[in-house]
């Protein structure tokens, strides 16, 4: 079964940077689409950014000009550059494809298990 493997969560201090990184497990027939989704305490969580297979970007305004969504469909991987980041950025961040495992699945999504981000003094 195919799993999304994140990195490069941590602790950085308001101003700093961060670069998530996503991979899956193993090949992945078709992707749709990839992204990055947020969840702070007690709040819900949250679509961060997205990257079609076409190479078409989304962002929540919220990170617009401070965070870059890049990725490689073809190596099933996404990256998110974080700049600039503020307090209110702190939550764990997941990766999410929306793909076709093999040629006989349907697309479904599929879940990175969350990197935490604090953005501290």
């Known amino acids: 079964q195919v799993q999304l493997v994140e990195s490069g969560g941590g602790l950085v201090q308001p101003g700093g940077s961060l670069r998530l990184s996503c991979a899956a497990s193993?090949?992945?027939?078709?992707?749709?689409?990839m992204g990055w989704y947020r969840q702070a305490p007690g709040k819900q969580r949250e679509l961060v950014a997205s990257?079609?297979?076409?190479?078409?970007?989304n962002y929540v305004d919220s990170v617009k000009g401070r965070f870059t969504i890049s990725g490689d469909h073809g190596k099933n991987t996404v990256y998110l550059q974080m700049n600039i980041l503020k307090p209110e950025d702190t939550a764990v961040y997941y990766c999410?494809?929306?793909?076709?495992?093999?040629?006989?699945?349907?697309?479904?999504?599929?879940w990175g298990q969350g990197t935490l981000v604090t953005v501290s003094s």
């Open positions: 999410n494809f929306d793909a076709r495992p093999t040629p006989w699945d349907n697309y479904r999504e599929i």
């Open positions: 193993q090949s992945i027939f078709s992707t749709n689409s």
């Open positions: 990257i079609t297979s076409g190479g078409s970007t």
